[in-house]
């Protein structure tokens, strides 16, 4: 099982791409333009929507108006393992 490094920033940089900053000092970008946006993730489709992304800093992660959020140890791991898009 991963550790928790929790999110302490996030920045929205255009159409489904995020720049994160972690408490251990990672950093970098996600892409999320190929994901399949469905149930709780659908309204992220729109990219406008997705814009919306917030630090939730009691989860430490981040997350949308609708609730949806990604566990910040699989957000940890995308970017410390230097994934550029988000695995399909």
Known sequence: ??????VTEV???????L???FEDGVEGEIDF???AWDGVFAPLS?????????????????V???GADVAP???HQWVAGHVAQVPA
């Open 11 to 17: 920045e929205a940089l255009g159409a489904h791409r």
């Open 73 to 75: 140890e699989t957000l």
């Open 33 to 35: 333009s190929t994901e």
């Open 64 to 66: 949308w108006p609708n």
């Open 1 to 6: 099982m991963s550790e928790i490094v929790h």
């Open 46 to 62: 729109d990219p406008t929507y997705f814009a919306r992304v917030e630090l939730d800093e009691g989860l430490g992660t981040i």
């Open 19 to 21: 720049r994160l900053r």
